[in-house]
């Protein structure tokens, strides 16, 4: 059933085109469609019924992409109330309300420095070579988005998240990234020099070689994420959680750690041999 229920929404959506993070956007209305199914066989109606129910409760895909897409070319048809706006603020509801033009729009290269984004949402969003430096970008979100080479170099990004996005080559060079969220996200070729970091949250993310040399981090938390690599070189580390995240092959050379931090790191079969416990 659970094919059949993709075909579905595979032919809802093939009107759209490729519009940035399809494939993410059909996953999320897919565990949806597959529950409402599943609750329907579970009080005893036949597969054939439960499908129906469960497809003409969707609602017309136009009113979706009115919500997910403001700029994509709305399909006509008749509106349906249902599964289809519960849908929808399923995914705008992961990142609270906000600023939603920006969400499932190509921004590629375009030119954001020192502007004011605040609470921005930019989803879905293809925004490779984006320049935001110096921009303010508090409690902005970034799922499933395109940002390879964009530049927060300066921006103010504190409480921003990040989940599911390519932040490949992405400059966050003395931005302020406090508690922050970066999500199973790609950074290879990342930079963070001069950044803030105190209480940011790396979360199943692949900071594989990426550098914190010299950095201050505070609270800062790698949870569930690679190291291997990483360089912390001459880095201050002040209560700094390594939750299920191997570091044996992590650089910490020169580091100055609180005994906490250098406890649980010991414990983890870190190098420590050249490290400064204040």
Do not use: W
């Not at 080559?169 to 950044?195: H, I, M, Y």
């Not at 938390?221 to 912390?232: P, Q």
């Amino acid at each position: 059933m659970n094919n059949k229920l993709q075909q579905f929404l595979d032919d809802a959506f093939k009107p759209y085109g490729d519009f940035p993070a399809r494939k993410d956007v059909q996953q999320e209305l897919l565990a949806n469609l597959t529950e409402k199914y599943n609750d329907l066989k579970a009080a005893g109606t036949s597969d054939d019924e439960a499908y129906t129910q469960t497809v003409e409760s969707f609602g017309d895909v136009s009113e979706i992409m009115a919500e997910v897409a403001p700029h994509a070319q709305a399909g006509k048809g008749d509106e349906k109330q249902g599964l289809g706006r519960s849908i929808v603020d399923g995914i705008m509801g992961a990142f609270g309300a906000g600023d939603s033009r920006f969400m499932a729009t190509s921004l590629t290269d375009a030119d954001l420095a020192d502007t004011q984004l605040s609470g921005a949402d930019f989803s879905m969003s293809a925004l490779m070579g984006t320049d935001f430096s110096a921009s303010n970008v508090r409690e902005s979100k970034f799922r499933a988005s395109a940002l390879k080479g964009a530049s927060f170099a300066g921006a103010d990004l504190t409480k921003a998240a990040f989940d599911s996005s390519d932040l490949t080559d992405v400059t966050f060079e003395n931005a302020n990234l406090s508690e922050a969220k970066l999500k199973r996200c790609a950074l290879k070729g990342v930079s963070f020099k001069g950044a803030t970091l105190d209480k940011t949250t790396f979360k199943q993310t692949d900071l594989g070689e990426v550098s914190f040399e010299g950095l201050t981090l505070r609270g800062t938390v790698f949870d569930g994420s690679s190291l291997d690599k990483a360089i912390f070189k001459h880095a201050t580390l002040e209560n700094v959680s390594f939750h299920h995240s191997p570091v044996k092959k992590t650089n910490f050379d020169g580091a100055t750690m609180d005994k906490v931090t250098y406890a649980l790191l010991k414990g983890m079969k870190a190098n420590l041999d050249n490290v400064t416990v204040a």
